[in-house]
């Protein structure tokens, strides 16, 4: 399966390529009070309304090194809608791996950590909001 | 002129009917003792002899009984269906398509000759019919014209998102000196982007659903409700021709099946109690829509018992404490308004359709998010009146939108009083305002000194002197009150707590729409 593979906080992780609908930039996200720090805000993307999140901060709590117009993987499934800010983008690979949570392969000697949509959602959803 | 408009919506609903008819036919073509279906084939029928009676089409009328009657049998097993009788069924559709073409008549001889044929049939037992010789096989006819087609509604909203996204580029028109842009260049870029949004707004138009198809969503449920409460009940639906928009109907499904649930559980009496009043012994209950300005007036009314009075002030004297002398003093809409409170129930008892005690408070919460409002009129034993107010636009609503610090916020126009410069004499007024900076947890950010919107009363009547206050608001500055697309919050947004939705503006900017109500609360 294709895998699309970004880095944020030290991390390098991979999600299957079909859930990638859109590398926006160039889009202003809109602030959201009462929301975990990961969270940047929202953008209003073709019709579809997106939360966008920090990677960085969601998997290690630490500042990110965002820059001012962030590149913004933007992810759809059937269960929701994701806008995901990396620290980078690394690029497509092939891999011979049936996707799963956990599943780990190596690119080029960097371990690459794969995510699903679900398991992000599942991160995010744990996180206190509106405290 | 009436009468025009009348017969162009019964051609536009009759013919939705019979593209349906047609479908059914097939499928009960492959199982021909399927009841249920028979039960449809006869409901379309019915509905198209209903509005031919309404527009005095007595020879349609007429047609579209003699056919019911042979529905009505193998609907209800009285009869076996045979392919023969499909095929008549499936010449009495085209025959019904030639009398509605002809608005309600037809002249040419094949027709009348067919009339004559498939009428007698039809006075015929069924079992007759398969007696006869086979029919000779009919000339295929290719379907009329291709006026209407069905389109995915998520593929219109893909469209209006796309247009949209067209015209936000505007926004990125690089600035140019008046040197670098001719005058025929700056014309072009003008008329270029009003024709984009002449464009976006005829798509919108897509979105539109006659209330007349939005009011039939419910038949088979009343239906059903009846059966399961012993009542006898007609929906009749007025003003079906006004058209609103889908997203707007559609959230006012969830919100319009409690009232009809509430209508036939707790409104329309049992036959028997209803003929002993003096009354007909089918319950009516009634859909309209009509306009008012730029408001969409829907009006759901039962001609059942009324309100429960005494079960309005048994809650008033148990759960709020109050005398006997304060519940007169209320008005009869204060009174009445009770029953939109979260923990009313009238129900003695819970059942799986009716008497959960939250129907009403969550059709008050609906409506007053859609930035509508909701009156209650209902007299003993005549009936009670449901008349909902909205905004009879798309999904859009006014919106007064104000910044504070570096969040942008919306709320319904409907719901400010008034909007006030704060000045240094204000101070005093500042302190009695809402917090919202500390609800949201805004430390340091925003003065709020801008000015104050000041709320309308709760829409939910009053009782105490608390809940006559209204509502204010500081804000660092507003940036204007102006339509919104509103868009349902998302799970993670949902838990914040405080917002009722996101609102898009004209240009594609993002506000937050802030929950009043539960604002009030937090502040409390």
């Known amino acids: 399966m294709d895998i699309f593979i970004f880095e944020a906080s030290d991390h390098y992780i991979g999600i299957e390529a079909k859930y990638i609908y859109r590398i926006a930039d160039n889009v202003s996200i809109v602030p959201v009070p009462l929301v975990p720090a990961c969270y940047e805000g929202l953008i209003y993307y073709r019709g579809d309304l997106f939360d966008v999140i920090d990677m960085g901060r969601l998997m290690e709590n630490e500042a990110s090194t965002l820059h001012d117009d962030p590149y913004i993987i933007l992810l759809k499934w059937d269960a929701g809608k994701l806008g995901l800010i990396p620290d980078r983008i690394v690029g497509m690979q092939w891999v011979e791996t049936e996707a799963g949570t956990e599943t780990v392969f190596n690119k080029n000697g960097d371990t690459v950590k794969l995510m699903t949509p679900d398991e992000i959602w599942g991160k995010l959803a744990g996180l206190a909001y509106g405290t | 002129m009436e009468l025009e408009k009348y017969q162009k919506i019964f051609i536009q609903e009759s013919s939705k009917y019979l593209e349906e008819l047609d479908a059914e036919l097939i499928q009960v073509e492959k199982n021909l003792q399927d009841q249920q279906l028979w039960g449809d084939i006869h409901g379309k029928i019915h509905s198209v002899k209903g509005m031919a009676r309404a527009l005095s089409m007595t020879d349609l009328a007429t047609f579209c009984h003699a056919m019911e009657s042979w529905c009505k049998l193998f609907q209800e097993g009285a009869k076996t269906a045979d392919e023969r009788v499909v095929q008549l069924f499936f010449d009495g559709t085209d025959l019904l398509k030639a009398f509605v073409?002809?608005?309600?008549?037809?002249?040419?001889?094949?027709?009348?000759?067919?009339?004559?044929?498939?009428?007698?049939?039809?006075?015929?037992?069924?079992?007759e019919l398969s007696d006869q010789p086979e029919p000779e096989l009919r000339q295929s006819v290719a379907p009329g014209k291709i006026e209407r087609l069905r389109v995915d509604y998520t593929l219109i909203e893909s469209l209006l998102a796309r247009s949209q996204e067209i015209m936000q580029l505007e926004k990125t028109l690089p600035p140019l000196t008046q040197d670098q842009i001719s005058a025929g260049l700056g014309s072009w870029i003008n008329h270029y982007i009003s024709m984009l949004k002449g464009l976006y707004f005829q798509l919108a138009q897509l979105r539109l659903m006659p209330v007349q198809d939005f009011g039939e969503l419910f038949g088979k449920t009343i239906r059903d409700l009846a059966k399961a409460f012993n009542r006898d009940v007609n929906l009749e639906i007025a003003g079906g021709e006004i058209e609103v928009d889908i997203g707007l109907m559609d959230r006012l499904r969830e919100p319009f099946m409690h009232l009809l649930r509430n209508a036939v559980a707790h409104g329309i009496e049992p036959p028997d109690e209803r003929e002993k009043a003096g009354k007909a012994r089918d319950g009516k209950i009634v859909l309209k829509a009509e306009r008012r300005g730029d408001q969409l007036m829907l009006t759901v009314s039962d001609d059942g018992r009324g309100l429960d009075r005494e079960a309005i002030r048994a809650y008033l004297k148990n759960k709020m404490g109050m005398r006997q002398e304060d519940m007169k003093a209320l008005s009869n809409e204060q009174l009445l308004g009770i029953i939109c409170r979260p923990d009313f129930s009238s129900a003695s008892e819970t059942t799986q359709l009716a008497g959960r005690g939250i129907g009403m408070n969550v059709i008050a919460q609906a409506i007053e998010y859609l930035g509508g409002t909701m009156n209650i009129h209902s007299e003993p034993s005549i009936g009670t009146r449901f008349v909902i107010s909205l905004p009879l636009s798309l999904s859009i609503i006014y919106a007064v939108i104000f910044r504070?610090?570096?969040?942008?916020?919306?709320?319904?126009?409907?719901?400010?009083?008034?909007?006030?410069?704060?000045?240094?004499?204000?101070?005093?007024?500042?302190?009695?305002?809402?917090?919202?900076?500390?609800?949201?947890?805004?430390?340091?950010?925003?003065?709020?000194?801008?000015?104050?919107?000041?709320?309308?009363?709760?829409?939910?009547?009053?009782?105490?002197?608390?809940?006559?206050?209204?509502?204010?608001?500081?804000?660092?500055?507003?940036?204007?009150?102006?339509?919104?697309?509103?868009?349902?919050?998302?799970?993670?947004?949902?838990k914040t707590g405080l917002f009722a939705g996101v609102g898009i503006m004209e240009n594609g900017d993002i506000s937050l729409i802030l929950d009043l109500e539960k604002i009030q609360a937090a502040a409390a």
């Not at chain 2, 073409?101 to 079992?127: M, Q, V």
């Not at chain 2, 570096?406 to 305002?433: C, G, M, N, R, W």
């Open chain 2, 101 to 127: 073409a002809g608005k309600g008549k037809i002249s040419e001889p094949e027709h009348l000759e067919r009339l004559r044929l498939i009428s007698k049939d039809l006075a015929k037992d069924p079992e």
């Open chain 2, 404 to 494: 504070l610090g570096k969040y942008t916020f919306a709320i319904p126009t409907s719901h400010v009083e008034a909007i006030e410069s704060i000045d240094s004499k204000s101070s005093e007024k500042v302190s009695e305002l809402c917090d919202l900076k500390g609800l949201l947890r805004m430390d340091g950010e925003g003065t709020g000194k801008g000015h104050i919107i000041r709320m309308r009363r709760p829409p939910k009547p009053v009782v105490s002197a608390e809940e006559r206050k209204g509502l204010g608001i500081a804000a660092d500055a507003i940036i204007g009150n102006m339509p919104l697309m509103a868009i349902p919050l998302g799970e993670l947004l949902a």
